[in-house]
T-cell receptor, first 112, second 113 residues
Framework: SQQGEEDPQALSIQEGENATMNCSYK?????LQWYRQNSGRGLVHLIL?????REKHSGRLRVTLDTSKKSSSLLITASRAADTASYFC????????????FGGGTRLMVKP | EPEVTQTPSHQVTQMGQEVILRCVPI?????FYWYRQILGQKVEFLVS????????KSEIFDDQFSVERPDGSNFTLKIRSTKLEDSAMYFC???????????FGPGTRLLVL
């Protein structure tokens, strides 16, 4: 898979359920960031997890990072219809560069 | 809460024309970026800018593109002689440091006819 590939590409759940999205990457990273994008709109930063961290929480969001497997997951608990959006992971390289490499995203639909 | 702003929100131009996309990064940030997202595709890095010079650029960022920080607040992307394939959403972003969160603006949707 390419750097920053999300899985699944699309996810449909009922309000109140949890949503889990996964991201895989290939190269060494400094950090991994998750963003949300409503249709045709801007990118909203959700959470940043550094390569020396394994888990972070922010409200209903939980992000894990497994550098040995080069993968991350984003869990949204107790989903709401307003969570409907595309979710992207983006990796920052470990070479002091600052270029973010984005995956193709997971389109999440939360049905009321 | 501070945010990145971009103008215009939409721009329609004729092929071959020059366009300038404008961004106002978060005021105490030092690193500035441009990304683009062609409809239905991934967000792609174009260029990063620090201390009044380009620090990194992608293969997409060829001689057709240039960036400038003309004053203490604005950061611009100029596209010379636009092509049909330049049609995309262009995002500006800024961060306080290279390893920190990049905050994105709402984007400029560019349509080249």
């Amino acid at each position: 898979s390419q750097q920053g590939e999300e899985d699944p590409q699309a996810l449909s759940i009922q309000e109140g359920e949890n949503a889990t999205m996964n991201c895989s990457y290939k190269t060494s990273i400094n950090n991994l960031q998750w963003y949300r994008q409503n249709s045709g709109r801007g990118l909203v930063h959700l959470i940043l997890i550094r390569s020396n961290e394994r888990e972070k929480h922010s409200g209903r969001l939980r992000v894990t990072l497994d550098t040995s497997k080069k993968s991350s997951s984003l869990l949204i608990t107790a989903s709401r219809a307003a969570d409907t959006a595309s979710y992207f992971c983006a990796t920052a390289p470990n070479n002091a560069g600052n270029m973010l490499t984005f995956g193709g995203g997971t389109r999440l639909m939360v049905k009321p | 809460e501070p945010e990145v702003t971009q103008t215009p929100s939409h721009q329609v131009t004729q092929m071959g024309q020059e366009v300038i996309l404008r961004c106002v990064p978060i005021s105490n940030h030092l690193y500035f970026y441009w990304y683009r997202q062609i409809l239905g595709q991934k967000v792609e890095f174009l260029v990063s800018f620090y201390n009044n010079e380009i620090s990194e650029k992608s293969e997409i960022f060829d001689d057709q593109f240039s960036v400038e920080r003309p004053d203490g607040s604005n950061f611009t992307l100029k596209i010379r002689s636009t092509k049909l394939e330049d049609s995309a959403m262009y995002f500006c972003a800024s961060s306080g440091h290279t390893t920190e969160t990049q905050y994105f603006g709402p984007g400029t949707r560019l349509l080249v006819l």
